[in-house]
């Protein structure tokens, strides 16, 4: 089964710039649609953006215009640069592949006022 490992999170001012990374291994994800969630304290977790194979993206809009998500078969992984943060994109972030269902253990991201 895959193994997702998320990075990038971070501690960043409003407006600011991170880019996360979900790294898999023991299987290739290659041809599988890849999602992005976050899941705020007391809220739900949700889904923020998704890429098909070969690229096809949608994004929840809250973060159009400012999201981009983004895959690289060769290195095994998907991306999600985020510009124009803001507080309430505060949350822990999570890939998922959608052939196995398996999660990665999420990577916190933090956005100040």
């Known amino acids: 089964q895959v193994q997702l490992v998320e990075s990038g999170g971070g501690l960043v001012q409003a407006g600011g710039s991170l880019r996360l990374s979900c790294a898999a291994s023991?299987?290739?994800?290659?041809?599988?649609?890849m999602a992005w969630y976050r899941q705020a304290p007391g809220n739900e977790r949700e889904l923020v953006a998704i890429?098909?194979?070969?690229?096809?993206?949608n994004y929840a809009d809250s973060v159009k215009g400012r999201f981009t998500i983004s895959r690289d078969n060769a290195k095994n992984a998907v991306y999600l640069q985020m510009n124009s943060l803001k507080p309430e994109d505060t949350a822990v972030y999570y890939c998922?592949?959608?052939?196995?269902?398996?999660w990665g253990q999420g990577t916190q991201v933090t956005v100040s006022s």
């Open positions: 890429i098909g194979s070969p690229g096809s993206t």
């Open positions: 023991r299987s290739s994800i290659r041809a599988n649609v």
């Open positions: 998922k592949d959608s052939v196995s269902g398996s």
